[in-house]
């Protein structure tokens, strides 16, 4: 019974394309992040919702467009994609937006942008 | 200067040894202090999770703070081939939305 899962949990394109990640979680939680992890295992908050709105908002290239449907999902579009966007990408979830609170982890989503 | 500091490693000990992992921070705004470990192509998980300065043990991992210093450790008792992962430290204020500030991660291994 999988607590956060994301799909597709691989995904090669090329440059110049859009691609959407998709998160779920079944925690009940109200908070749910978007993380970047690179090749240095390197991992930084791009961003968060709390009850489908946004509180957390990275410098982020615009091409990336989060949203929240509802609170058990927040999913990722990328426009144009570039080179420097392959990276594994992870959603968590948390209680609470304070960041004391657990964050539970997805399995990731491996980019790679050919 | 990056906020968090960890040594990347590649760490390896035997097994049974006692592993010692480190960060420094600069933000003494930093109250909370997380380690998270992650296993190769999975998501990274809580092991442990201390407030302020002290000490915290949970089975074979402890945990230490030192804010006078800026310095946050993890100790691995008795390692097992199974703790071989990459482990990053992370922190926050709690001031509100405050986002969670993780280290690299330093990958361990432990050699049978």
């Known amino acids: 019974d999988t607590a956060v899962s994301q799909t597709p949990k691989y995904l090669v394109t090329q440059m110049g394309n859009d691609k959407s990640i998709k998160c779920e979680q079944n925690?009940?939680?109200?908070?749910m992040y978007w993380y970047k992890q690179d090749s240095k295992k390197f991992l930084k908050i791009m961003f968060s919702y709390n009850n489908k709105e946004l509180i957390i908002n990275e410098t982020v290239p615009n091409r990336f467009s989060p949203k929240s449907p509802d609170k058990a999902h927040l999913n990722l579009h990328i426009n144009s994609l570039e080179l420097g966007d392959s990276a594994v990408y992870f959603c968590a979830s948390s209680q609470d937006p304070r960041g004391a609170y657990e964050q539970y982890f997805g399995p990731g989503t491996r980019l790679t942008v050919t | 200067q990056k906020e968090v500091e960890q040594d990347p490693g590649p760490l390896s000990v035997p097994e049974g040894a006692i592993v010692s992992l480190n960060c420094t921070y600069s933000?003494?705004?930093?109250?909370?202090f997380m380690w998270y470990r992650q296993y190769s192509r999975k998501g990274p998980e809580l092991l442990m999770y201390t407030y302020s300065s002290g000490n915290k043990e949970d089975g074979r991992f402890t945990a230490q703070v030192d804010k006078s210093s800026k310095y946050i450790s993890l100790f691995i008792r008795d390692s097992q081939p199974s703790d071989s992962a990459t482990y990053l430290c992370?922190?926050?204020?709690?001031?509100?939305?405050?986002?969670?500030?993780f280290g690299t991660g330093t990958r361990l291994t432990i050699i049978p």
């Open positions: 933000n003494s705004a930093f109250q909370y």
């Open positions: 992370a922190m926050n204020s709690n001031f509100g939305n405050e986002k969670l500030t």
């Open positions: 925690l009940g939680h109200d908070t």
